[in-house]
């Protein structure tokens, strides 16, 4: 693409662009990767946007009075209205608005309605609580998911050990049709309960780690392993795959070389997409597991009406889920040019 683009342009002689107008060169503009980025960058503002605005809208909707919550039981009309007064709830609605969208730009949220400490450390101090289970997660995630939808793609290549295909289709649908608050209380009662091999919460160690990082990542396994299948299924019947087999690469050359790198594609983007929903489904495996992190927080919040650390970590975690969906599309464009062209398709 790029050498088609520069000869055009080289050939309509359209190729400078005249100064003084406020836009990149047109040949900068062209460019593939120029494109790609544009439109990514682009994407991201206009999420980021909608997410401020609908964190802002959406939150006041919780039922309840935050003042009457922060006032505490038995305040008085009057220490209620001055505890309103006290955090801001009784300015009109576009000084609020412009209040957060002042912070929000300034990394200054302000302070929590419940503890009175500043938001930014309370954001702070949870996010590396979620990170840690995120980022075990998804690697256990790959690291057994892609092996375990290969190794059945081989085993049932071609029809063979139909009883296989059966049972690997049978397991990973029923275990992903598990609700993950579900699988966590069986965890729990399992290996915390009757073996007492692990906490069955809090944060006090490694191995409080083990049971939470589970209950994540074993949905989102089996769906890597069927997909990984089916992709490895359709590669092991192309081709090029035959033809290498007819060279008598050995098995571990031709998978290593032909098919792993066709399956990166699939494998990647999938990926960056259920990384992007683990922060999310955080909120249910952090409260059950009552792991101090970004979906605790947001829980503990909306009992006590917080608005300003529900809207932070609203925030954050739909600002980190975006941003992660735009990193596999770069590794992806890295890996493969082609990918560029979806960038500048949107």
């Given at each position: 693409?790029?050498?088609?683009?520069?000869d055009?342009a080289?050939?309509?002689?359209?190729?400078?662009?005249?100064?003084?107008?406020?836009?990149?060169?047109?040949?900068?503009r062209?460019?593939?990767?120029?494109?790609?980025?544009?439109?990514?960058?682009?994407?991201?503002?206009?999420?980021?946007?909608i997410?401020?605005?609908v964190?802002?809208?959406?939150?006041?909707?919780?039922?309840?009075d935050?003042?009457?919550?922060?006032?505490?039981?038995?305040?008085?009309?009057?220490?209620?209205?001055?505890?309103?007064?006290?955090?801001?709830?009784?300015?009109?609605?576009?000084?609020?608005?412009?209040?957060?969208?002042?912070?929000?730009?300034?990394?200054?949220?302000?302070?929590?309605?419940?503890?009175?400490?500043?938001?930014?450390?309370?954001?702070?101090?949870?996010?590396?609580?979620?990170?840690?289970?995120?980022?075990?997660?998804?690697?256990?995630t790959?690291?057994?998911?892609v092996?375990?939808?290969?190794?059945?793609?081989?085993?049932?290549?071609?029809?063979?050990?139909?009883?296989?295909?059966?049972?690997?289709?049978?397991?990973?649908?029923?275990?992903y049709?598990?609700?993950?608050?579900?699988l966590?209380?069986?965890?729990i009662?399992?290996?915390?309960?009757?073996?007492?091999?692990?906490?069955?919460?809090?944060?006090?160690?490694?191995?409080?780690?083990?049971?939470?990082?589970?209950?994540?990542?074993?949905?989102?396994?089996c769906?890597?392993?069927?997909?990984?299948?089916?992709?490895?299924?359709?590669?092991?019947?192309?081709?090029?795959?035959?033809?290498?087999?007819?060279?008598?690469?050995?098995?571990?050359?031709?998978?290593?070389?032909?098919?792993?790198?066709?399956?990166?594609?699939?494998?990647?983007?999938?990926?960056?997409?259920?990384?992007?929903?683990m922060?999310?489904?955080a909120v249910?495996?952090?409260?059950?597991?009552?792991?101090?992190?970004?979906?605790?927080?947001?829980?503990?919040?909306?009992?006590f009406?917080?608005?300003?650390?529900?809207?932070?970590i609203?925030?954050?975690?739909?600002?980190?889920?975006?941003?992660?969906?735009?990193?596999?599309?770069?590794?992806?464009a890295?890996?493969?040019?082609?990918?560029?062209?979806?960038?500048?398709?949107?």
């Amino acid at each position: 693409m790029t050498s088609l683009h520069t000869d055009t342009a080289a050939v309509s002689g359209k190729a400078e662009q005249l100064p003084g107008d406020g836009r990149p060169p047109r040949q900068l503009r062209d460019h593939p990767w120029a494109r790609f980025a544009l439109v990514r960058t682009g994407g991201f503002l206009l999420s980021a946007a909608i997410l401020i605005v609908v964190t802002f809208l959406i939150v006041p909707l919780i039922p309840g009075d935050p003042a009457v919550v922060a006032a505490g039981e038995g305040a008085t009309a009057e220490q209620i209205e001055q505890t309103r007064q006290t955090l801001g709830l009784d300015e009109p609605f576009l000084v609020q608005f412009w209040s957060y969208i002042v912070g929000v730009f300034t990394l200054d949220m302000g302070y929590s309605f419940s503890s009175g400490a500043m938001v930014t450390d309370v954001v702070l101090t949870r996010l590396p609580y979620t990170a840690q289970i995120a980022l075990l997660a998804i690697s256990f995630t790959l690291l057994i998911g892609v092996p375990a939808g290969m190794c059945a793609a081989l085993l049932t290549r071609g029809g063979r050990n139909r009883w296989i295909d059966h049972s690997f289709n049978l397991l990973t649908s029923f275990v992903y049709a598990v609700p993950n608050y579900v699988l966590a209380t069986f965890l729990i009662f399992i290996f915390a309960i009757q073996l007492g091999w692990f906490p069955s919460g809090g944060a006090e160690s490694l191995a409080s780690l083990v049971l939470p990082t589970a209950a994540v990542m074993i949905g989102p396994t089996c769906v890597i392993a069927r997909v990984v299948r089916r992709e490895a299924a359709t590669i092991l019947e192309q081709d090029y795959v035959r033809t290498a087999r007819g060279w008598r690469l050995g098995t571990w050359r031709t998978h290593s070389r032909y098919v792993l790198p066709n399956l990166l594609t699939t494998t990647l983007t999938l990926a960056g997409l259920i990384l992007a929903g683990m922060l999310g489904g955080a909120v249910v495996i952090e409260t059950v597991f009552g792991w101090p992190g970004l979906g605790k927080g947001v829980v503990d919040a909306i009992i006590f009406r917080d608005y300003p650390v529900i809207r932070a970590i609203v925030l954050l975690l739909g600002l980190l889920a975006t941003l992660l969906i735009i990193l596999v599309d770069v590794i992806l464009a890295i890996i493969d040019p082609r990918n560029l062209e979806k960038g500048h398709n949107g």
